[in-house]
């Protein structure tokens, strides 16, 4: 009963973190580059040079319709396979865009300063986009058109995905003009390097390298309190001859410090070593992939 309830609770939290992550990246997209013409790439982008040449349909509606041909092409590929996130989060997207124009038109920019405008317009969906990532989910969209490609072909997915979002902002540069065209291209590089950013901060966890003469209650802390694993290795001090303990854990940032207080707490004298790392595979992170 109780492995169903945090099972429950579990996906009840992954799903408030998506509806996070996606409105961060209907925020940016609505507000930032839907009045600004900003074509990074994307459903959003060619969502975007559509509106202009067919101004009948916004591209909020276009963002809606192409989202979902794609999401009914996903599954008619993929069947019961195809991502139910990827499915929630396309829906949601698409759903919070186009009910944002009725609710909240934007007529105009929010400034008169269009490189701080990119920088918000590339920042708040490379942030959800991160974060989507670092749960295994995507937004839909293109990501869809990459799944198919790599399922039938050999094509080299990056690239590929890389080329149609350069494509799209060089018809940025035919739609709107030279300099929104290459604030497009300044956004699409930036693009890339704010994802890696944040996912390399998500991801980051802490490697403590206890050296100890007191490992019994430190090990009791880790696992009663901080709920994580440790391995003893036993050593000696090369100067002093002491017979002492190597404990080695990795815990995330918030505990980081609480064992390091604890720590040296219970062992004034203990030799800590504490390194950044992000990629950790094991029970109670992650799996071989």
């Not at 319709?65 to 990827?86: D, P, V």
């Not at 802490?206 to 440790?230: N, W």
Request: glycine fraction near 8%; proline fraction near 3%; hydrophobic fraction near 50%.
């Amino acid at each position: 009963m109780s492995e169903t309830k945090q099972t429950t609770a579990q996906i009840l939290k992954d799903y408030g973190m998506l509806t996070i992550a996606t409105l961060l990246m209907c925020i940016g997209i609505y507000f930032f580059k839907f009045p600004n013409n900003f074509s990074t790439g994307g459903v959003s982008g060619i969502s975007i040079i559509l509106g202009h040449y067919v101004p009948n349909l916004s591209a909020g509606a276009f963002v809606f319709i192409i989202n979902q041909l794609l999401l009914i092409l996903g599954f008619l590929i993929f069947g019961r396979s195809f991502g139910i996130r990827t499915a929630y989060v396309s829906l949601l997207m698409s759903g919070v865009i186009w009910g944002l124009e009725y609710i909240c038109p934007m007529d105009a920019p929010l400034t008169t300063q269009p490189l701080l405008e990119l920088v918000f317009a590339v920042a708040f969906p490379a942030i959800g986009s991160a974060i989507m990532f670092n749960m295994q989910a995507s937004s839909g969209g293109t990501d869809i058109v990459a799944m198919i490609l790599k399922k039938k072909t050999n094509i080299n997915i990056g690239n590929c995905l890389l080329m149609v979002d350069f494509s799209i902002t060089v018809i940025a540069c035919i739609a709107f003009g030279f300099e929104t065209g290459l604030f497009s291209m300044l956004g699409l590089a930036l693009k890339s390097v704010i994802v890696d950013m944040v996912l390399e901060n998500i991801k980051v966890h802490k490697c403590f390298q206890i050296i100890t003469s007191k490992p019994d209650e430190i090990v009791q802390f880790i696992v009663g309190q901080l709920h994580r694993g440790a391995t003893e290795i036993n050593g000696e001090g090369a100067f002093t001859h002491e017979n002492k303990t190597v404990i080695l854990t990795v815990v995330n940032r918030a505990q980081a410090i609480q064992l390091r207080l604890y720590a040296k707490n219970i062992d004034p004298t203990s030799f800590i070593l504490i390194t950044n790392t992000t990629e950790i595979i094991g029970k109670g992170f992650r799996g071989v992939m």
